[in-house]
């Protein structure tokens, strides 16, 4: 009986899964299209196949060192986040009062501030001292990514016993050690998600880069831009280029996957 | 802690550092030129309300808003059902969960302009091939109307956004105590009576999380409308974050589209912040 | 009103190298009150588990009236349980948990009112009901978990160490509770306890195991009494048999430390019979059956030794002392009257007749 | 020709310019400029995709890294960047201009920008379909004519293998705001975009005439309009041959030729559109200009002219316009230099024999009224959705408003 | 090495209504072992948490050495603790669990290493150190976070019924080795327990509380043999002492259910000279205080009563007999050989010097 239902479930989530996957078969079969194969039938395979645009997209995008770009904004201020926001969500989780409540709220409202709103302004003042490069962009990121990742870790970390704090404290450690020991192994599953989440958005940026970065610290999007004019829009390159981009960003979500696991809080207190 | 502790502040510090210096001094400028006839650039005078005025008179922004309204109801209800629904079916434990995982998440890998380009094919194309198939006319002529605009938009977004909603849940769904699953199953509940009494209550944060950004995003969404539809045809498919960029940048009203900006704020903010205080009372430490 | 059995039951954790469970092969009769013990870790709570669903059964079958149950889901094999950890809802009032199970079976509201205020009067919560909980004395939330048991009626029921959290008063007042229980629904349950009390008084019969296997199942008197091996016999009663290596010769055991003592002339006869003379054998004698009193010391003239009191415990009517003989530690229980000071040595006698004998290798009973 | 005066000094010039698809060639050019005068640095950045180019020069200027030489679109972003344009009247380049081009860019007798190339619209045709029918394309040159040629056309669709007359981007309102509407705005305004900026007042009193150019295409454009972007109407369905002509400009040239190269050379031209009193004349209009940042030092100033002079008016500089860029030169001293591709060679020789007019809709990109009033109300007008009265109506009245507003 | 001072101090969870502790005022010694009993729910653990510096105090001081405390952080305090909950870290292996507060303190790796295994082996988890808590028995977490606060060498210890959930023969061991750790290391330590035998034999001093309150504070032989209230009667011992209520009339005890006892001369004048001839007063008769054998009943011929045995219940050396006298229940710990089946009517003797008498009132010890 229960293996019927498994096997129910399974046959639901492949086909919602094709569903899901339809769209990505487009894709990538017409990055294999020459030009004119892509507007001649967007839904067909690619006839004849060719494997040019990928040579001409990686050139293009002078992606050796676009990816390295890519790759140091990503995982420097995705880790700035994680530190800092879980940190900041288990000060004010672990603080029953207004003060935290209200700093939590303060939090959460800024996510709703349209970011064109603010964009010029924060350009003009980090242009005034100079940040307008990758470190002053890894910043920007902290101060616009942390309110949703400390929301998200708040949320989780009542979850967490307060018990686990108690124990470390009553063994000597102290705020940070208990929170660097203990507490963080714990959010585990949800660092994972919240690295998740910042690196798709980081990675796909453009906007904010492109008003931020000087040319030679340009990201893949930055660049990708290129093939699209106001007329020629170079889908084949930038389908190819996005097959390139993505997959890094799908190697590491398949890797991090697996640490988003069940029962992390398993056997600790009775 | 003790919010009178050093260590309180100290680890605060960073994020509210950063989220000032960031987002609410840029925005408490943006504030002032709201009050001013700025260009981007500079401004010569002080107007007053003038541009709340011109605002509340401006047909294409109150358009814009209860389009978005629209917008944003029907996308919160799908997106957090099918995405507590994607979560649910793929931490079952059958073969290819995982891979699911990442095949539902996956859209969100690639970003929204993109998205936009293929699904305007899979509208104008697949559909109408699919419609003349079928001989079903309501499959045909999408977007080429507010009403096909307006689902499309939808679709695409529950279709980028629901992997996102999801893997949220399923962060929380894996934090719940297996030990008190167990109990209601021996409590003799089904699995919808442990969906409905015990899994859902205690996932209540990943709810009040989860409706605040589908709602959030919903009002701010600006990506895939660009797209999409542009705001076509004849703009009836302008949503409020659309607008206010098209009155920045199109109509190089700087100054008006910071007070749109406010407004926006003021509306959305009031929303969201009432439900995630509504949402939060139902949530329980453990 | 069920019969269960458990046929040749094998577990094995994947994260174990070894099997938790092995072999555990029992016939359960109807209505019976079956209690497990066994030293912590040696199998008790992962056989519940099974029994519930909750653990997949390595190998082997677990029947109730006849029919395998290895696949049926927990919610359908209607039990009720109280876990060792508590498992409480978090999120639900103390009279929420308990009523959640009945509320799921759609219970009349009012009879589930009725039952839950019953068993809250019975547990002493009916102060709390309105309370999560994490605002719960330790105490008070193993008995919310066991409240949420007794107020429903199951096919069987499964208690891990319900009790352990509680004071000796309430205690004893909660063991008079669930054997009422059992006798007014006539269910099967299993109990599983560190406390010789509650398995001595509550038990039909008793399974006592180590490191995953059964080691003997019978009545409480039977094990007492007729302990199968040195395991069971130093398990069963508090403070445990003490045993005492010797030689049996010229139907006496005798050892270096000091012991010289006769043995019984039926037992001499049996053990005789079994190849045991000149053999290295293993003496048990209980604490309570090493007296002290001068009327025991003329009644077994022939099983007296010579010990000194090390520790001596005063435990109301009785007192412990803990002893040595030679360099050999055991412990005599002996009534507070007479009272010894630690330092004191003394003459002690072994009654005899209650003695048991062990093979020294296979550790199985002689007699 | 090279920079003087400045050859013992280094100087670095930066570029920001909104026109993506050259960036690479700016790019080449920038550092074959660097080979020959070493003294120079330039940097080229290209806006475009998915995102405005004015606010990022905003964001540019107000951050303190603003660019040397940034690029204008009429005199919207003329009046918006006043503080940051330097008089360029006296650059070669703004010499050698060609009539016309610079009166967008020219305010109280100063130029402060220079023009990027020309280009020029009208309906680009397939030559074989046109064959096969047996029309001289060129023979169209009224209504009428025209009219009778695109239903002949549309009655012999499956003889000539295409599926519409016309591919009509419904969904690119900018394709019937500026450049239908210029065809029947320009000479009202004499076709200058300066004069139509500044104007209280549009007339539009040919609008009855650009209704039936609208219909005409509209009936006979492939299904549904509404549904087709410019990537449908070039790449899908002209450049595959399922139309017979479209309305474009010679920008299309490069998309047509990266779908079909052999297509784009040999089968494609491009005919005027049909306008009375203006027959056989091409709107021939320049989109984009260039500026020099005036507050930044005299030296990179003048680096920067004497950038834009060598590339517009030194030998290698022309080649480079030409067959690089596939620029249609705004300058003289071109004469005799053959265009790199069928398209821009049209607009040249247009230009060349003076039968063109000019663009007046730069005038109107830029402001409010071109996204919030005309592209919706022609949109409402081709679905359907309003009467052509009211869209003419709303229109003018529209202008009126935000002129006056705008005071 | 401290001495600890506990001045009135009051505990309100917001939560609650009431106060869960009162006025706890306590004054210990240097290296004393206390040893905390008391119903479930009565505030012990809140006490413990008050000293540990995890709950505030309400009201009241808590001094080590002299200073005040109450504002001190948990981790400056250097106590060790072992959780009612056990409070595992889930993600650590049983090794790191136990190194934990040593790795903190930045102990020598290699001592860390010596002083775990030691403890692991003390405790029987040697085979289980890399194991995550998430896959140990309850006994064996049990142990682990007993191990936690062993391998420390902190000012204070503190342990909340560190051994509630292991088998009667580990719990004997694991008393022995507490027991020396607090010998060896001196440290002072509070123990929280509701094993009446553990109280008895581990503590110097026992505090017995009720309902958040103090009831006494005294060596366990002060608690059994001078109980200053019927509520610490009824507490220690166990089973319970037996209550009846009676009047004192002519140098009797009687009431209506068939007592009528001649109350021994020196207990008579105390309470004739406290006033409470002919008053109503409680009389409280330890189970075993209540004799069957012969000898008893000839050795105490006035203080004879007349019972029905309900239950017998067989404990090795004693038996339990639930009895009832008239309407009122009672039990009688009697020695084994003095076996009686359920039903049989027979005389019991009281032995009335041990017997404690209550004012009806106040529920104060009268004598
Ligand atoms: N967080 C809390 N909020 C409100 N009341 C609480 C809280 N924690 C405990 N209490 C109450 O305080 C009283 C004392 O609790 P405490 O945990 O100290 O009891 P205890 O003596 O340790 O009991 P046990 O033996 O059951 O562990 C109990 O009545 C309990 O219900
Ligand atoms: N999830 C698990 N993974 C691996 N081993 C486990 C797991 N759970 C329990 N064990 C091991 O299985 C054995 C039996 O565990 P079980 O919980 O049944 O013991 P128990 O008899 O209930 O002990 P206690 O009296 O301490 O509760 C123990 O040695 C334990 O370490
Ligand atoms: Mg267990
Ligand atoms: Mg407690």
């Given amino acids: 009986m229960k293996k019927r239902s498994t096997t129910v479930i399974a046959i639901v989530g492949a086909l919602i899964g094709l569903l899901w996957l339809f769209p990505f078969y487009m894709i990538a079969t017409n990055s294999f299209k020459t030009p004119k194969g892509i507007f001649a039938s967007v839904l067909s395979l690619p006839h004849p196949a060719t494997g040019d645009n990928y040579v001409n997209s990686f050139k293009a995008l002078s992606f050796v060192g676009s990816l390295t770009n890519s790759l140091i904004i990503t995982i420097c201020s995705v880790l700035l986040i994680i530190i800092c926001s879980s940190m900041a969500a288990y000060a004010l989780q672990r603080n029953h009062s207004k003060l935290s409540g209200g700093l939590l709220l303060l939090f959460i409202s800024s996510m709703l501030i349209p970011f064109q709103s603010v964009m010029i302004p924060l350009t003009a003042n980090f242009g005034g001292v100079h940040m307008l490069n990758m470190w002053g962009l890894m910043f920007m990121y902290l101060g616009f990514d942390c309110s949703l990742s400390i929301f998200l870790y708040q949320g989780t970390l009542s979850s967490i016993p307060l018990a686990m704090d108690e124990a470390a404290e009553m063994e000597g450690a102290n705020r940070w050690q208990i929170y660097f020991k203990v507490i963080l192994p714990m959010l585990n599953p949800m660092t994972v998600t919240v690295a998740i989440l910042n690196i798709i958005a980081i990675w796909n940026d453009y906007l904010l880069p492109s008003l931020v970065l000087p040319q030679i610290q340009y990201t893949i999007p930055l660049q990708m831009f290129n093939f699209f004019g106001e007329f020629t829009k170079q889908w084949h390159l930038a389908l190819a280029g996005i097959t390139l981009s993505v997959i890094p960003v799908i190697l590491f979500y398949l890797f991090a996957q697996k640490w988003i696991i069940k029962g992390v809080t398993d056997g600790a207190v009775k | 802690m003790k919010n009178r502790s050093l260590s309180f502040w100290l680890f605060l510090t960073p994020t509210l550092v950063a989220l000032a210096l960031v987002v609410f001094i840029p925005m408490l400028e943006g504030l002032f030129y709201s009050f001013t006839d700025w260009d981007g650039l500079s401004f010569t005078k002080m107007v007053g309300f003038k541009n709340y005025i011109t605002l509340l008179q401006d047909k294409a922004f109150v358009n814009a808003f209860w389009f978005t309204v629209a917008f944003v109801i029907v996308t919160v209800i799908l997106l957090n059902v099918i995405g507590l629904g994607l979560a649910l079916l793929v931490t079952q434990k059958f073969k290819g969960s995982n891979f699911l995982r990442a095949i539902f998440f996956m859209p969100n890998m690639i970003g929204g302009l993109i998205l936009g380009f293929i699904w305007q094919f899979i509208f104008t194309q697949g559909f109408d091939a699919l419609g003349s198939a079928l001989h079903l006319s309501w499959l045909q002529n999408w977007l080429t109307n507010e009403t096909t605009g307006f689902w499309g938009l939808v679709i695409v977004t529950v279709w980028q956004m629901s992997g996102y909603i999801m893997i949220i849940y399923i962060a929380y769904l894996q934090n719940i105590p297996n030990e008190v699953i167990e109990a209601a199953e021996i409590d003799g509940a089904s699995p919808w009576q442990r969906f409905t009494k015990i899994t859902f209550p205690m996932i209540a944060p990943a709810f009040t999380v989860c409706m605040f950004l589908t709602l959030s995003n919903g009002f701010k969404i600006y990506d895939q409308n660009l797209s999409l539809t542009n705001g076509g045809p004849y703009n009836s498919t302008q949503m409020l974050a659309m607008d206010i960029v098209n009155t920045a940048y199109n109509a190089s009203n700087f100054s008006l589209a910071e007070a749109k900006a406010m407004v926006f704020f003021l509306i959305v903010a009031a929303i969201s912040l009432v439900q995630v205080l509504y949402n939060r009372r139902r949530e329980v430490d453990l | 009103m069920v019969e269960i059995n458990l046929d040749h039951i094998y577990k094995k954790y994947p994260e174990a190298k070894d099997y938790s469970v092995s072999d555990f092969d029992l016939q359960i009769k109807d209505g019976e009150f079956i209690v497990f013990v066994g030293p912590s870790g040696c199998g008790k709570s992962t056989t519940l588990r099974m029994i519930a669903g909750l653990e997949e059964i390595t190998k082997g079958d677990f029947k109730m009236e006849g029919n395998v149950m290895n696949k049926v889901s927990p919610k359908d094999r209607d039990i009720a349980m109280v876990f060792q950890n508590y498992a409480l809802y978090p999120h639900m009032s103390v009279f929420d948990n308990m009523a959640f199970g009945l509320n799921i079976r759609k219970n009349d509201k009012a009879d589930t009112k009725k039952r839950v205020e019953d068993a809250a009067k019975i547990l002493g919560l009916s102060e709390l009901l309105d309370r999560k909980p994490a605002a719960l004395s330790g105490g008070q939330r193993q008995r919310v978990a066991l409240g949420r048991a007794i107020v429903r009626d199951a096919k069987l029921f499964l208690l891990d160490e319900p009790l352990s959290n509680l004071d000796a008063k309430l205690r004893v007042q909660m063991r008079t509770e669930i054997a009422q229980l059992h006798q007014r629904l006539g269910r099967n349950f299993i109990y599983v306890t560190h406390d010789q009390v509650e398995a001595m008084t509550m038990a039909d019969r008793i399974v006592i195991m180590n490191a995953g296997r059964i080691q003997q199942v019978g009545t409480p008197a039977q094990l007492y009494n007729e302990p199968v091996n040195k395991f069971v016999a130093g398990f069963i009663g508090s403070p445990a048999t003490n045993f005492f290596d010797v030689k049996l010769e010229n139907g006496h055991v005798v050892n270096d430390e000091g012991i010289d003592i006769a043995v019984p002339e039926g037992q001499l006869k049996t053990l005789k019979e079994k190849g045991y003379d000149g053999k290295e054998i293993t003496l048990g004698v209980r604490p309570e059956d090493v007296h002290a009193e001068e009327i025991a010391l003329q009644t077994f003239p022939n099983a007296k030794v010579n010990a000194t009191v090390v520790v001596s415990e005063l435990m109301g009517a009785n007192t412990m002392l803990y002893s040595k003989l030679g360099n050999i530690d055991f412990i005599a229980e002996v009534n507070s009257r007479d009272y010894h000071e630690p330092g004191d040595k003394l003459e002690m006698a072994f009654e005899m007749t209650k003695a048991h004998y062990f093979d020294k290798e296979t550790e199985e009973t002689i007699i | ?407």
Avoid at chain 4, 48 to 75: C, E, H, M, W
Avoid at chain 4, 90 to 103: C, E, R, V
Avoid at chain 4, 310 to 334: D, I, Q, R
């Fill in chain 4, 1 to 407: 020709a090279c920079g003087n005066g400045s050859s013992n000094k280094d100087v670095k010039i930066t570029i920001l310019q909104g026109k993506v698809e050259s960036n690479k060639q700016f790019k080449q050019i920038a550092s074959e400029y660097e080979k020959a005068h070493p003294n120079v640095k330039i940097e080229v950045t290209s806006i475009g995709g998915g995102t405005q180019y004015d606010p990022v020069l905003k964001t540019r200027i107000s951050s303190g890294n603003a660019p040397t030489i940034f690029s204008l679109d009429g005199p919207a972003s003329l009046k918006q960047f006043k503080s940051h344009e330097a008089d360029l009247s006296d650059t070669k380049a703004a010499k050698a201009a060609q009539p016309g081009t610079l009166d967008a860019v020219k305010s109280e007798g100063k130029t402060y920008g220079l023009p990027f190339n020309v280009e020029g619209y009208g309906f680009v045709y397939n030559k074989s379909v046109f064959k096969k029918a047996g029309i001289d394309p060129k023979s169209l040159t009224s209504y009428d004519k025209l009219d009778a040629a695109v239903k002949k056309l549309d009655s012999e669709k499956d003889k000539l293998g295409i599926k519409g007359v016309f591919a009509l981007p419904g969904k690119e309102a900018w394709v019937m705001s500026d450049h239908l509407l210029n065809l029947y705005l320009s000479k009202e305004f004499d076709g200058n975009a300066q004069k139509l900026y500044k104007s209280q007042k549009m007339e539009f009193a040919k609008n009855a005439e650009m209704k039936q150019m609208l219909d005409l295409q509209s009936k006979y454009s492939i299904k549904p309009v509404m549904q087709m972007d410019y990537a449908a109407q070039v790449n899908q369905n002209f450049s595959q041959g399922k139309a017979a002509m479209i309305q474009q400009g010679d920008w299309i040239y490069p998309t047509v030729d990266q779908i079909d190269s052999k297509f784009a050379q040999k089968d494609i031209g491009m005919i005027p559109i049909p306008v009375k009193e203006q027959e056989g004349k091409l709107p021939v209009g320049t989109s984009i200009y260039w500026a020099v940042n005036k507050q930044k030092s005299n030296t990179e100033q003048k680096a920067a002219k004497d950038f834009l002079d060598w590339m517009y008016t030194s030998k290698e500089g022309k080649k480079n316009v030409v067959n690089k860029l596939h620029f249609v030169p705004a300058y003289k001293g071109y004469e005799g230099m053959k265009m790199s591709d069928p398209l821009t060679q049209v607009v040249f020789d247009y230009t060349n024999d003076h039968k063109t007019f000019g663009w007046a809709f730069p005038g109107y990109t830029g402001t409010p009224w071109d996204t919030t009033v005309a592209q919706p109300n022609l949109q409402k007008y081709l679905s359907g959705k309003q009467g052509w009265d009211k869209t003419v109506s709303n229109m003018t009245d529209g202008w009126a408003s935000q002129q006056k507003s705008a005071q």
